[in-house]
């Protein structure tokens, strides 16, 4: 039931991105920031918890679920560290993924070349 | 045609133009974002298994599916995957590590500074700035708000 | 006074120059197309043994170069002029194939209308006797343009519906005073004409009016109709850009529905190769024509061919600056007669 609820629940969220990429002019790099941002915004307010709750990896994969994670780690990190915590609690919430993709991205570019499409 | 109507011509020239195949791209999207984000349901499930608490889950996943998402752009699959399922392959975060390993190996030829690393953001790098730049804000609006 | 121009646009060769060789060269997907047959060569993979696309583009327009002046049984030193362009920042590609060359060179940056652009030059410049032999030339290359004008290779988005595909390829064409023709006879410069289209993926519908434009003033200027050419073939406005221009000319009282297609509907097989609504770039006008339509020249299916290469002047920066598309087309009429 799990895997069914992260099926619907993400795939949703991207149809929701592909009604957006198909009637607007809008690049798909456009849409992964509006969706960061909604992320953001639903986690600053705590709306985002209750789809993650029931969504499970559905919410949290796409990228608003790593607008939440930036957000609630801010809020968090405010808790417990007050002005500093504001500073640094999104990205410490989020720094796996980021750290990750930074090495992972240049060491892709090191063994591998692009190719051409057809 | 120095005195063509603008807008008429958007409106003619919209008219001509073939449309998205709208159904299409939908089931795929629903299809494809689908399917990555059940995945990503069994990596939590395993790394749960393996007893990690809540934040190591989250952040192993996150590192599991961004490696994915890199390995698949490397090997020249995730494009492919893009083409087909749009929003649904770009949407999840391996689309975002699709967005940074692109550029970073379009651009080797180029040099590793200017190249690869001054590079790797074009696409991607919107999402660090907005995304970390507006965790920051929600912060302190909420040391502000707090009491 | 200006014996030799006709009308407005329009210049008439008083001494119609001779095209005595031509040469293509393409990529591994216009060698599958329905246009295979015709090219000189066909590359097996598109980096051609170089190290990245733009050292390959720049080395497919080199070898097509010398091609041509092969063809023609000459050497780099008869050459007088090298009037060359393509679609790169600073036009590179030319500007690299020029470097080895060693032949006095004017580069041109016309985007995709580089062919009928270099073309007319080098007529003019050949009528006005200030030459023997003058190579016209361009190449583009679809990874080179991919990079500089879209996204990377292996980046995941979806292509539009009206998006062009960017041929890969190079076309020269050897001009000379006298020989067996095919003859450049007219040239209808164009003006630049801005619909207003601002979608860098819909470049058919931002070029058709330019395109347009060029056709009605060169009627007018030459009092002919359409139905003076066996065949009249725009440069890369695709699927879009050519149902536009039939259905607009129609309602200028032109009918073009028998004679007149577009090079970048030709070179590829949209239900085969996915390429959505056609061919674009330099090297589309610019192989097709010299490759499909000289060699179908020579065998005489067409003796009265308009050509018009179709270009979008506009950058990514400009672009993202909020501006539109501003499209420019030029024509060249292409005899097998030289008289008349």
């Keep these: 039931m799990e895997y069914v609820k992260a099926f619907a629940v993400g795939g949703f969220i991207c149809v929701i991105g592909q009604v957006i990429l198909d009637n607007t002019k809008l690049t798909p790099a456009h849409i992964l920031v509006t969706f960061l941002m909604v992320g953001v915004i639903m986690g600053a307010l705590g709306i985002y918890d209750p789809i993650l709750e029931f969504g499970g990896a559905g919410a949290s994969v796409p990228i608003c679920g790593f607008g939440n994670s930036l957000s609630k780690g801010a809020v968090e990190g405010v808790k417990t560290k007050g002005l500093i915590g504001a500073f640094t609690g999104g990205i410490e919430a989020t720094a796996a993924g980021i750290s990750g993709i930074i090495l992972f991205g240049y060491i892709m570019a090191i063994i591998f070349n692009p190719k051409t499409k057809n | 045609m120095d005195k063509l109507n603008k807008k008429e011509y958007q409106k003619f020239s919209d008219k001509k133009s073939p449309k998205p195949k709208y159904l299409k791209n939908i089931v795929m999207a629903f299809l494809v974002g689908g399917i990555i984000c059940a995945f990503g349901q069994v990596i939590i499930n395993f ?95 909420s040391l502000l708000f707090r009491r | ?198 979608d860098a993926a819909n470049m058919g519908a931002a070029m058709a009016p330019a395109a347009m434009d060029t056709l009605i003033n060169h009627f007018k200027d030459t009092g002919r109709d359409p139905s003076y050419y066996d065949l009249i073939i725009s440069g890369d406005l695709g699927y879009v850009g050519k149902d536009i221009v039939i259905d607009m000319m129609k309602k200028e009282g032109y009918d073009l529905s028998k004679n007149y297609t577009d090079c970048g509907v030709e070179i590829f097989d949209r239900s085969l190769q996915d390429t959505h609504a056609g061919g674009s770039g330099c090297g589309c006008s610019g192989s097709v024509f010299n490759g499909y339509i000289i060699k179908e020249m020579k065998k005489g299916k067409f003796n009265k061919v308009l050509l018009m290469s179709t270009g979008a002047l506009h950058s990514t920066l400009i672009t993202q600056q909020g501006e539109s598309i501003p499209g420019i087309a030029h024509a060249v009429v292409i005899e097998n007669k030289r008289e008349g």
């Design chain 2, 47 to 141: 790394l749960k298994s393996l007893g990690l608490d809540e934040k190591a889950v989250g952040a192993g996943t996150s590192i599991i599916l961004v490696f994915l998402g890199a390995i698949l752009t490397g090997l020249g699959v995730y494009d492919k995957i893009g083409k087909v399922g749009g929003a649904g392959a770009a949407i999840p975060i391996t689309g975002f590590a699709n967005a940074i390993v692109s550029p970073a190996m379009e651009y080797k030829r180029e040099g590793f500074i200017f190249g690869v690393a001054a590079k790797m953001f074009t696409v991607a790098g919107p999402v660090l700035v907005y995304g970390i730049g507006s965790s920051v804000i929600v912060g302190l609006l």
């Design chain 3, 1 to 198: 006074m200006a014996i030799k121009r006709v009308g407005s646009q329009t210049v008439k060769l008083e001494n119609p120059p001779a095209i005595i060789s031509s040469h293509s060269i393409v990529g591994p997907k216009e060698g599958e197309g329905p246009l295979k047959a015709y090219f000189d060569l066909i590359l097996e993979e598109d980096l051609w043994g170089t190290e990245s696309w733009e050292k390959a583009e720049s080395k497919i327009q080199e070898e097509c170069i010398k091609g041509a002046i092969n063809e023609a049984g000459l050497s780099t030193k008869d050459i007088d002029y090298l009037i060359a362009g393509d679609l790169l920042n600073q036009i590179i590609a030319s500007g690299y194939s020029a470097r080895q060359l060693g032949i006095p060179y004017f580069g041109l940056y016309g985007a995709c209308s580089t062919m009928t652009e270099s073309l007319s030059l080098g007529a003019m410049l050949m009528d006005g006797g200030f030459a023997d032999k003058i190579v016209c030339a361009t190449s583009s290359h679809f990874s080179t343009a991919e990079r500089q004008f879209r996204f990377p290779l292996e980046y995941g988005n979806q292509r539009k519906m009206t998006a062009q595909w960017t041929v890969t390829g190079a076309g020269a064409t050897l001009i000379s005073p006298s020989g067996p023709g095919p003859y450049i006879k007219c040239i209808t410069t164009g003006k630049i004409i801005d619909p207003g289209i601002k």
